[in-house]
C-alpha cells in the first residue's frame, strides 16, 4: 500500500484514425499518443467497515454543546407562496455526537422523528406565522441542548373582493 504513494505511471491519450480518443499507460505504437498530465487525486476517506464504525457513545472528552444555533431558516424569513418546504438545519459546537439525536420542533410540537442528522425538510407549510426549533437529545433521552426558536412566515395567494 506504500509503493502506491511512491509509483507514478505515465497516460497517454490515444487518437485513432477515427478520432476516438483513448487512454492508456502502454502507448501503441501504431497511433499518435501523447503523454499527459493528470490533475492530482482528490482522497475521499472510504466508509468504514462494520467492525471499525464508530461506537454510540459521545467522545470521552465531550463537555457538552457550546454552540447550538439554527442556520437555516432565517430568523422573520419570508417563505413564498410556491415554495412548499422549508429545509431547517442546526449548527452545533462540536459535531453531534455519536448516539445523539436531534429533534426538530414545528409550532412547539415535535416534528417527526429525532434523527442523528442536523437538518430537516419540513414541507406542506400553511399559510401565517410559525416557529421552528431544535433539540438535541442523549441516547438515553436527556436534553443536552435547545436552540433559539426563529420565525418563518408563510405567505399564500388570496382572492380579493
Known sequence: MLLA???????????????NIT????PP?????AAITLP??????????????PSDRPSPDFAGYSRVALVAPEDDSLVHYDQREVLVQ???????????LVQFYFDQTAYGKP?????????????GAHTVSARVYSPQGAVLAIS??????????????
Do not use: C, W
Open 5 to 19: 504513494f511512491f509509483v507514478e505511471a505515465t497516460v497517454y491519450k490515444v487518437l485513432d484514425e477515427k478520432g
Open 115 to 127: 434523527l442523528a442528522a442536523t437538518s430537516r425538510t419540513i414541507t406542506d407549510l400553511e399559510r
Open 23 to 26: 487512454y492508456t499507460d502502454t
Open 90 to 100: 442546526l449548527t452545533l459546537t462540536p459535531a453531534l455526537q455519536p448516539g445523539h
Open 148 to 161: 433559539k426558536p426563529v420565525t418563518i412566515h408563510v405567505q399564500r395567494h388570496f382572492i380579493r373582493n
Open 29 to 33: 505504437a501504431d497511433a499518435d499518443a
Open 40 to 53: 492530482a487525486i482528490t482522497e475521499i476517506p472510504s466508509v468504514a467497515s462494520p467492525v471499525e464504525m
